[in-house]
């Protein structure tokens, strides 16, 4: 007859591992006449050769512009509020006057808001507050890192760009189809 050996004690054998929280994480469409605009900074090396991406889409889920921008060489937190920063110049340039803006980054979405005079990135934090400024409602709202991948995507294909960088007036082909078939579905990632 065999027989079963463990180092731990059989009563401990079936208890089961408590395990992280799924969440269930993607891209929510404001309400009409609201436009969402998504952003993201890479930093390949940290610091390192760095580009910033985003995209403003409508309450269809329909993109209306999108950022691929290499920016050169920085850290991470200075390519988060530069997307930021440039995410929100080009809303402005759209005339959109009712935003959400979404960024994974809380570290930058805590600097706008609380950064003092002597911080290491003043000038852009003060740029990106005048913009906040302007006459129109934005808010600034944090999203996990699943809810803002396509941003991601166009962040990371901007610090691979060789020249300074492109604005789509409709999606980039690899992010077309997905769009599309999320803005028909009203499924959003």
């Not at 959109?96 to 960024?103: A, G, H, L, T």
């Not at 906040?132 to 995507?153: F, M, P, S």
């Not at 980039?172 to 078939?181: I, N, R």
């Amino acid at each position: 007859m065999a027989s079963i050996t463990s180092e731990r004690p059989l009563h401990d054998v079936h208890k089961v591992k408590p395990t992280k929280p799924i969440w269930l994480v993607k891209w929510k469409a404001p309400a009409p006449a609201i436009f969402k605009i998504n952003v993201d900074g890479s930093s390949r090396g940290n610091p390192g050769k760095s580009g910033v991406g985003g995209l403003i889409r409508d309450s269809n889920g329909t993109m209306m512009a999108g950022f691929s921008v290499s920016i050169g060489f920085s850290d991470i937190l200075y390519a988060e509020l530069f997307a930021i920063k440039y995410g929100l110049e080009l809303a402005w340039k759209k005339g959109c006057k009712k935003v959400i803006r979404e960024s994974d980054s809380r570290d930058a979405l805590q600097s706008v808001e609380w950064a003092t005079d002597v911080h290491l990135y003043r000038s852009l934090i003060k740029k990106i507050r005048e913009l906040l400024g302007r006459e129109w409602e934005v808010k600034l709202v944090h999203t996990l890192r699943e809810g803002n991948q396509w941003a991601d995507y166009l962040a990371k294909m901007g610090s691979k760009r060789k020249d300074s960088g492109y604005i789509w007036h409709c999606p980039v082909p690899a992010l077309s189809e997905q769009l599309s078939k999320y803005a028909a579905d009203k499924k959003y990632p």
